[in-house]
């Protein structure tokens, strides 16, 4: 049974950082496409950024590009978020999915695997 459990949300002010984290269990990890993704209220989830299984290749959503890095370490079965210069849009519960394929998506439906999310709220 795959397991994908998030962490490291929490309450920020605007221009704060946060790094989440997202641990796999149950999945060929080091064979798994990561992606990151949220959804405020009112609107649909949203791709934020996805990391092939060797970290080569990673995509970002223009409204992050430039404040958001993913990474991973596969022998930690671990994939993060560095959120940088937050803004109060950026609220939402992040997700962490996982796909077992090797080419990148961006699209939720093209994933297998979601974690349970976590609050990021970000603070005017």
């Known amino acids: 049974q795959v397991q994908l459990v998030e962490s490291g949300g929490g309450l920020v002010q605007a221009g704060g950082s946060l790094r989440l984290s997202c641990a796999a269990n149950?999945?060929?990890?080091?064979?798994?496409?990561m992606g990151w993704f949220r959804q405020s209220p009112g609107k649909e989830r949203e791709f934020v950024a996805v990391?092939?299984?060797?970290?080569?290749?990673?995509y970002y959503a223009d409204s992050v590009k430039g404040r958001f890095t993913i990474s991973r370490d596969n022998a930690k079965n671990t994939v993060y978020l560095q959120m940088n210069s937050l803004k109060p849009e950026d609220t939402a519960v992040y997700y962490c999915?996982?796909?077992?394929?090797?080419?990148?998506?961006?699209?939720?439906?093209?994933?297998?695997?979601w974690g349970q999310g976590t609050q990021v709220t970000v603070s005017s």
């Open positions: 149950g999945l060929t990890f080091n064979s798994s496409t």
């Open positions: 990391i092939s299984w060797s970290g080569g290749t990673t």
């Open positions: 999915a996982a796909r077992h394929a090797s080419i990148v998506a961006r699209e939720s439906w093209q994933y297998s695997y």
